[in-house]
T-cell receptor, first 110, second 113 residues
């Protein structure tokens, strides 16, 4: 069975204090790893898809990387508006079923 | 392009009742997936429809069902509601069935009393 574990569960940062979120996975035949951001009361917002080990993608202050066992989401010099829950999910097999991790709640204080 | 829309946004039902939720995907997208989100279990996959056919199903009881119409709009139905069905129900829209990016709607908040 696919397993996705995110750590830490919660992260409190000062504005400008860079940090990394971890997503470790056990999946047979990974086809893609997704990162989403979710604000309270809203649906997840798509950030990145990574397909193979060694791949990296960036968007503003966020950078996602992928190895064969885990993915990292690096937040560089975060701002208060980066406060959200960050979710990772894995995709394998046919169709579009995603298996999600429990998320990391990030709070950036000014 | 308009995003994924879900109706209604909020719903309060009583145990034993049934409920139907609706999802309109992004124009041109043919795949719709449904997820349940709760504080205890997180985001869990319910089922996926592609070209009006259910392609994948998660580990939920038969009380949870869905369908997709020819215009790709999808509905999910929950019969004989239980208190534990209270959750945020999210649908995700994707261009096709190859694992491309999935875009989520705002969700329907269902409360069962």
């Amino acid at each position: 069975e696919d397993q996705v574990t995110q750590s830490p569960e919660a992260l409190r940062l000062q504005e400008g204090e860079s940090s990394s979120l971890n997503c470790s996975y056990t999946v047979s035949g990974l086809r893609g790893l997704f990162w989403y951001r979710q604000d309270p009361g809203k649906g997840p917002e798509f950030l990145f898809t990574l397909y193979s080990a060694g791949e990296e993608k960036e968007k503003e202050r966020l950078k996602a990387t992928l190895t064969k066992k885990e993915s990292f989401l690096h937040i560089t010099a975060p701002k208060p508006e980066d406060s959200a829950t960050y979710l990772c999910a894995v995709h394998r097999g046919a169709g579009n079923k995603l298996t999600f991790g429990g998320g990391t709640r990030v709070l950036v204080k000014p | 392009k308009a995003g994924v829309t879900q109706t209604p946004r909020y719903l309060i039902k009583t145990r034993g009742q049934q409920v139907t939720l609706s999802c309109s995907p992004i124009s041109g997208h043919r795949s719709v997936s449904w997820y349940q989100q709760t504080p205890g279990q997180g985001l869990q996959f319910l089922f996926e429809y592609f070209s009006e056919t259910q392609r994948n199903k998660g580990n939920f009881p038969g009380r949870f069902s869905g369908r997709q119409f020819s215009n790709s709009r999808s509905e999910m139905n929950v019969s004989t509601l239980e208190l534990g069905d209270s959750a945020l129900y999210l649908c995700a829209s994707s261009l096709d069935g190859t694992g491309a990016e999935q875009y989520f709607g705002p969700g329907t908040r269902l409360t069962v009393t």
